[in-house]
């Protein structure tokens, strides 16, 4: 979405895509304290060169349980992701930190 829609076509601005990508979810799953940036809320932040927002061709992991594989695409221009204050990836490489925790059902 931020690559074709946003960048490149100019159809949605950045802070529309935002919105549906973080907020509107968030609050049509149930999550009221989720999908915006607020002082003291738990959030993820993503922090990426939109300039540089680049999806890497597919290819296949080999790394389910009983060899099993499954097909991936990742991606290049993100710079950090962070979770709970947490930096997670930095320049696409997992820091190990998982601050993060699974959330249903509207709660934490």
């Known amino acids: 979405m931020l690559t074709w829609l946003v960048r490149d076509e100019h159809v949605l601005s950045l802070e529309d895509a935002h919105y549906k990508l973080s907020y509107l979810p968030a609050f049509l799953g ?9 002082e003291g809320a738990p959030a993820d932040i993503v922090v990426y060169d939109l300039d540089k ?20 695409q990742k991606a290049q221009g993100y710079n950090w992701i962070m979770v709970n204050g947490q930096v997670t990836f930095q320049d696409g490489e997992p820091t190990g930190a998982l601050p993060g925790k699974f959330l249903r059902h509207g709660r934490g």
Do not use: H, N, Q
């Not at 999806?55 to 060899?67: F, M, R």
């Open 30 to 38: 149930g999550f009221k304290d989720r999908g915006f940036l607020r």
């Open 53 to 72: 927002l680049a999806i890497t061709p597919s290819e296949v992991a080999e790394d389910l349980p009983g060899g099993e594989w499954r097909r991936i």
